[in-house]
């Protein structure tokens, strides 16, 4: 199964491939997407993307991690959830989420199983 493509990112706004809901804040995976509703983890801006954001995401099998910071870098990402991370062996790519977009869709387009977790607005 293939990472669905990032369609369109604006301000508060995600479109991904192969589904007709537009995402505020999104998690996507091979094979599929959803809200990334941060009241389910207590997620806050600061201290920012918590390993529990990034587990389902991790457990659908992806090799890379790419993690929007949001337009303007406001969400946090701390060492411990980079740490997470290389500890299952997954590469992670932390950017502005403009470049982030553009990171993950050059990863999905090359096949690579890749997934995300992405803020649309500060």
Known sequence: MSSPEIASLSWGQMKVQGSTKIYKDCKVWPGGSRDWDWRETGTEHSPGVQPADVEEVVEKGVQ???????????????????????????????????????????????????????????
């Not at 290389?86 to 869709?105: F, H, P």
């Not at 990863?107 to 890749?114: F, H, K």
């Open 64 to 122: 890379i991690l790419v993690i929007g910071r949001g337009m303007s870098e406001a969400l946090k990402v701390p060492p411990s959830t980079v740490e997470y991370l290389k500890k299952k062996g997954i590469d992670v790519r932390v950017l502005q989420t403009e470049k982030a977009v553009k990171e993950y869709n050059a990863l999905a387009t090359q096949g690579i199983r890749v997934g995300g977790v992405f803020h649309s607005t500060c």
